[in-house]
């Protein structure tokens, strides 16, 4: 069980322009995504109350790989917090993966095709959760970041994030999963409050240990 420990922090996005769709984005990259059920509202529920017991890194880690599986189940997720160039990310990736989940971090920030397409699908969609297929038969099939996911089971992308004054990403949460594990309307409810702990899990590391930047298991 391991996370990769390069530094993260995530900004709560300002309310929807009124001007745009709530239209969410899934299927492939566009179509609706389905109500919460009780039993997954009951779950979140209880995400968000461990999401209040998030005070450091590896307590992060324990969140996203045990009880946020619950509703939102991924084989990784991956964190980006946008840099002060466009298209430029600070990445943290979390698996229980026996890959170093620095290696998804990387093929993130290199990853020419997949990224920007979900990036700019996301953006044309009223920012709503992006589904994106990374099958054989997916024009991403080759995307390095795509064989990385495929290495370890993962078929399907989920993306959602928060955007800036300016309607640009400011951060993204991705989860690497199986096809039909999860529908965006789970992703939609509960990545928002991922970026919003792993902000004061992040947080709280650099006071412990500042300056102690490296890869390791939590």
Not at 12 to 21: G, I, K
Not at 159 to 179: E, I, M, N, R, V
């Amino acid at each position: 069980m391991q996370a990769s420990e390069r530094p993260f922090t995530a900004e709560r996005h300002p309310e929807l322009p009124a001007h745009q769709s709530q239209a969410p984005v899934s299927g492939g990259t566009s179509g609706s995504a389905t109500l919460l059920d009780p039993l997954e509202l009951e779950s979140l529920k209880l995400i968000m109350d461990a999401s209040l017991r998030v005070h450091a890194r590896h307590h992060f880690f324990t969140w996203t790989q045990g009880v946020l599986q619950d509703l939102v189940k991924h084989e990784a997720l991956i964190c980006a917090l946008r840099n002060a160039e466009p298209m430029s990310f600070q990445v943290d990736s979390f698996s229980t993966s026996p890959l170093e989940p620095a290696l998804f971090s990387d093929m993130f920030r290199q990853d020419t095709s997949m990224v920007p397409h979900i990036i700019k699908t996301w953006e044309e969609n009223s920012y709503r959760p992006v589904v994106c297929e990374m099958g054989p038969a997916s024009q991403f099939a080759q995307s390095s970041l795509a064989r990385e996911l495929n290495r370890i089971g993962a078929d399907t992308v989920i993306t959602h994030g928060t955007y800036d004054a300016f309607g640009k990403p400011a951060s993204l949460f991705t989860d690497g999963k199986k096809s039909r594990a999860e529908n965006s309307a789970q992703a939609e409810c509960s990545k928002p409050h991922s970026g919003r702990r792993q902000g004061a899990s992040t947080a709280h590391s650099q006071q412990l240990s500042p300056g102690n930047i490296g890869t390791g298991a939590p």
